[in-house]
């Protein structure tokens, strides 16, 4: 390899054939000189290292070659060399982010008043353009609108909406979209075969990857790659060691300790990453473009393209993403964003690769509501029980016979190994022969409780398998609406806490108020909580439309009933109404005591009127 200039430099595009991508750039330009159509002012706008500045020099070189005005520059003139080594008197490279001032424009009107030197235009290519003050832009306005003869302006920018507006109006606006993974692959392999770099197909394609769309930083990492390697051939390790990003294969660790559900694997993964001297943040942020390759490989069905390294890595990411739940790895993206955002706020980085690991493996130990949704699909699919320590094993045995009474409920026994599945608040049972809804589980009925209706015939006893010698497939169960309990001052003391906790899901300034509340009196059609006597301010606020609507769903939601909600003030020691009994206080009392037992109220001052 030779020395002298970066790689870069040596190899960025010299004419509109060079440029690999942005066509609908290079096709525009070229009709422009073909037709002598050339605008005086072009904005070009794209992320870092997509070849805007090279673009701007082409369009230089194929105005001042001694051969021109031509698409393609001869390469070998005075004038093309100069360009090509910026050292023309003609293109004048201005870096915005240093020059941004008033004086520097000022200074800029004064010489763009010269003559071309020895070219047929003066090209001003100003980078990094968006970095001029609003001063600057406004002093530089009048000169951008109406150039001298044979000037033109090129503007480049990463971020155009800092442009102004006007500076826009006046300028051609030409996009630089991102270069593919293949495209940036296909520049490194015509630089290292002309610089004679040896470097394997798969750390060529790992180096494309991590370029993100950067002709620029690919050439630069290669580069350095060739410092590192020496003589020898670059390989993925040389790759891995350069950039400092996770190897792969500790990447696809970390996942399959997700999809086994084995948070102890998950902790073992970051040790072995540490180990390693990888650093967790960016650990984290490999791990973020890994969990993306997954899901789009899931939406996908398929590894596109771009994401394609080696045939063996292509084919163990297919069967990640098959063995891995989509709900799966978009929360692992939530867990990798809301750690890398908390690293930015100074968490420490290995804490919060522990935290995204170990809770995308057991959800249990999560929480949020997405954690939640996660260990639902769980069970939904039957391939994720939780252990028999954390939930209730159940089985529900429902035999033909059994088609006029509910379902027996049976524990499981060493003959009848059952998996452990969560006992929900109420199941749906079906059978070959008939379906029948299980009772709540808070209150199961014993058999010898609840017989079989007169009409129904009982199984023979040949017929009743023993516990002991049987094993009744357990049947399938299938989430459904909650049943409404039968609801009284009780029972609605009991849920009250879980309406609380549903409120604060959602509104926990609400749940908190609620939280004072107790309910008093349950009808068909109506819940009275009561507040204590000095939290009328409180009372005030449930009573609003909002609260109240919020208050109940989260009832509705818990118990089953619609209920109308209605709010008062009463000490713990007042005894409760019965429900349906009204309660009469004050006037109300002495009323309604006076209509029953036909009385008149006598008043202590005999000067006063009575009140009639």
């Known amino acids: 390899?030779?020395?002298?200039?970066?790689?870069?430099?040596?190899?960025?595009?010299?004419?509109?054939?060079?440029?690999?991508?942005?066509?609908?750039?290079?096709?525009?330009?070229?009709?422009?000189?073909?037709?002598?159509?050339?605008?005086?002012?072009?904005?070009?706008?794209?992320?870092?290292?997509?070849?805007?500045?090279?673009?701007a020099k082409i369009l230089a070189a194929c105005l001042n070659c001694e051969r021109g005005p031509t698409?393609?520059?001869?390469?070998?003139?005075?004038?093309?060399?100069?360009?090509?080594?910026?050292?023309?008197?003609?293109?004048?490279?201005?870096?915005?982010?240093?020059?941004n001032s008033v004086d520097d424009i000022r200074e800029l009107r004064e010489k763009v008043a010269y003559a071309p030197v020895s070219g047929r235009h003066k090209v001003y290519i100003l980078d990094e353009a968006h970095m001029l003050s609003s001063q600057a832009w406004n002093a530089f306005l009048k000169t951008l609108e109406e150039p001298p003869p044979r000037t033109i302006f090129v503007l480049a920018t990463t971020e155009a909406q800092k442009v102004l507006p006007t500076v826009v109006d006046r300028c051609h606006r030409f996009d630089f979209g991102r270069p593919t993974v293949e495209q940036v692959a296909t520049v490194l392999v015509r630089v290292a075969a002309e610089e004679q770099i040896r470097i394997s197909e798969a750390a060529l394609a790992l180096v494309a990857r991590h370029a993100t769309g950067s002709f620029r930083d690919a050439l630069g990492t290669l580069e350095q790659l060739v410092t590192y390697a020496g003589e020898e051939q670059i390989e993925p390790a040389d790759v891995l060691a350069v950039l400092g990003i996770a190897d792969s294969e500790q990447l696809f660790a970390a996942v399959e300790a997700i999809v086994a559900r084995d948070p102890a694997e998950a902790m073992r993964a970051v040790a072995r990453l540490a180990e390693s001297g990888r650093d967790p943040g960016q650990v984290l942020r490999d791990l973020e473009i890994h969990g993306r390759e997954l899901l789009t490989v899931q939406v996908l069905g398929e590894v596109p393209p771009e994401l394609r390294v080696t045939p063996e890595r292509d084919r163990r990411m297919a069967e990640q993403a098959s063995a891995l739940s989509r709900t799966d790895a978009v929360?692992?993206?939530?867990?990798?964003?809301?750690?890398?955002?908390?690293?930015?706020?100074?968490?420490?980085?290995?804490?919060?690769?522990?935290?995204?690991?170990?809770?995308?493996?057991?959800?249990?130990?999560?929480?949020?509501?997405?954690?939640?949704?996660?260990?639902?699909?769980?069970?939904?699919?039957?391939?994720?029980?939780?252990?028999?320590?954390?939930?209730?094993?159940?089985?529900?045995?429902?035999?033909?016979?059994?088609?006029?009474?509910?379902?027996?409920?049976?524990?499981?026994?060493?003959?009848a190994p059952v998996r452990p599945v969560a006992a929900p608040a109420s199941v749906r049972v079906t059978s070959s022969s008939a379906s029948a809804t299980a009772q709540p589980a808070s209150a199961p009925a014993p058999a010898q409780s609840a017989p079989a209706p007169a009409q129904s015939a009982p199984?023979?006893?040949?017929?009743?398998?023993?516990?002991?010698?049987?094993?009744?497939?357990?049947?399938?169960?299938?989430?459904?609406?909650?049943?409404?309990?039968?609801?009284?001052?009780?029972?609605?003391?009991?849920?009250?806490?879980?309406?609380?906790?549903?409120?604060?899901?959602?509104?926990?300034?609400?749940?908190?108020?609620?939280?004072?509340?107790?309910?008093?009196?349950?009808?068909?059609?109506?819940?009275?909580?009561?507040?204590?006597?000095?939290?009328?301010?409180?009372?005030?606020?449930?009573?609003?439309?909002?609260?109240r609507r919020v208050t109940a769903e989260a009832l509705r939601s818990v118990t089953g009933h619609t209920l109308v909600l209605r709010y008062e003030l009463r000490d713990e020691e007042e005894t409760p109404a019965e429900p349906g009994e009204t309660v009469l206080t004050g006037e109300k009392l002495v009323q309604r005591f006076m209509d029953e037992f036909n009385a008149e109220e006598l008043l202590d001052d005999p000067d006063q009127p009575e009140d009639k």
């Not at 698409?71 to 293109?91: H, M, N, Q, W, Y």
Request: contains cysteine; negative net charge.
């Open 331 to 415: 929360r692992l993206l939530d867990l990798v964003s809301g750690a890398l955002e908390a690293t930015a706020n100074g968490a420490q980085a290995r804490i919060q690769l522990e935290l995204v690991l170990v809770k995308a493996a057991a959800p249990e130990l999560d929480p949020s509501t997405q954690a939640l949704m996660a260990r639902i699909e769980r069970l939904e699919s039957g391939d994720g029980a939780a252990p028999a320590s954390s939930l209730r094993s159940i089985t529900v045995a429902v035999t033909p016979e059994q088609t006029g009474g509910p379902p027996q409920l049976q524990a499981p026994s060493a003959a």
């Open 71 to 99: 698409t393609r520059p001869c390469g070998r003139c005075e004038s093309c060399t100069s360009i090509a080594s910026a050292t023309s008197l003609d293109v004048i490279e201005m870096d915005a982010a240093s020059n």
């Open 459 to 547: 199984a023979p006893a040949q017929s009743a398998p023993a516990p002991a010698q049987s094993a009744p497939a357990p049947a399938v169960a299938e989430p459904q609406e909650r049943p409404a309990v039968s609801l009284e001052v009780g029972t609605a003391t009991e849920l009250w806490p879980a309406v609380v906790d549903t409120v604060r899901a959602g509104n926990a300034m609400l749940a908190a108020l609620l939280a004072d509340a107790r309910p008093v009196i349950v009808t068909e059609r109506e819940l009275t909580l009561a507040f204590p006597s000095g939290a009328a301010f409180l009372k005030r606020k449930a009573e609003q439309d909002e609260h």
């Open 1 to 55: 390899m030779s020395t002298g200039p970066s790689l870069y430099r040596r190899h960025r595009p010299r004419t509109f054939a060079d440029v690999v991508g942005q066509e609908h750039v290079v096709r525009t330009l070229r009709n422009a000189v073909e037709q002598s159509k050339v605008h005086h002012a072009y904005l070009f706008v794209g992320s870092r290292g997509t070849g805007k500045t090279s673009m």
